[in-house]
T-cell receptor, first 117, second 115 residues
Framework: AQTVTQSQPEMSVQEAETVTLSCTYD???????LFWYKQPPSRQMILVIR??????QNATENRFSVNFQKAAKSFSLKISDSQLGDAAMYFC??????????????FGKGTKLTVNP | ETGVTQSPTHLIKTRGQQVTLRCSSQ?????VSWYQQALGQGPQFIFQ???????GRGNFPPRFSGLQFPNYSSELNVNALELDDSALYLC??????????????FGSGTRLTVV
């Protein structure tokens, strides 16, 4: 069974500094997608960044980048120049197929990020 | 383009009752998935609907059921509510064409409290 582990329940960072959130996953599949989602107090899950496993190049979206280590099954998120609006719960997720043929997301337990002014 | 809308935003029910949660998918999307997020946990997949049929289910009992309508909106029904059903229920819509999934859009969820 696929599992996603986020070992840091909480992290804090000073405004304008850089922070890295960790994620490891377990799968026997060779081709898959990984995601980082942000969940602010509004509760809506917002996609931050995604990575296709077949791509060796790490994904980047503005201030957000990932360090994808396929052999180690590690997928960390780096937030540069942290802003107050980055404060939220961050979830790492893995997309896989169900027995019925649909796809589903398997989420970690999340990391609560606090940004200090 | 409209996003995913869920109703109601909050709900309190008594153990043993039944509840129906509603989700309007994003315009252009044809698939709806439901997730349960217990306090302090990540979301857990309940099931997905495509072409008005359930085509994937997580580890949830049959008292969790759903519907998808021709306009792609969806309902989640939970019978015989238990205290452990208290959670945030998230709906996510996506456009699925053949083997391709063009990504999920989540709603803001329904907070269900069972007392």
């Amino acid at each position: 069974a696929q599992t996603v582990t986020q070992s840091q329940p909480e992290m804090s960072v000073q405004e304008a500094e850089t922070v890295t959130l960790s994620c490891t996953y377990d799968t026997s599949e060779s081709d898959y997608y990984l995601f980082w989602y942000k969940q602010p107090p509004s509760r809506q899950m917002i996609l931050v960044i995604r990575q296709e496993a077949y791509k060796q190049q790490n994904a980047t979206e503005n201030r957000f980048s990932v360090n994808f280590q396929k052999a180690a099954k590690s997928f960390s998120l780096k937030i540069s120049d942290s802003q107050l609006g980055d404060a939220a719960m961050y979830f790492c997720a893995y997309r896989t197929r169900t027995q019925g043929g649909s796809e589903k997301l398997v989420f970690g337990k999340g990391t609560k990020l606090t940004v200090n002014p | 383009e409209t996003g995913v809308t869920q109703s109601p935003t909050h709900l309190i029910k008594t153990r043993g009752q039944q509840v129906t949660l509603r989700c309007s998918s994003q315009s252009g999307h044809n698939t709806v998935s439901w997730y349960q997020q217990a306090l302090g946990q990540g979301p857990q997949f309940i099931f997905q609907y495509y072409r008005e049929e359930e085509n994937g289910r997580g580890n949830f009992p049959p008292r969790f059921s759903g519907l998808q309508f021709p306009n792609y909106s969806s309902e989640l029904n939970v019978n015989a509510l238990e205290l452990d059903d208290s959670a945030l229920y998230l709906c996510a819509s996506s456009l699925v064409l053949g083997p391709l999934n063009y990504g999920y859009t989540f709603g803001s969820g329904t907070r269900l409290t069972v007392v």
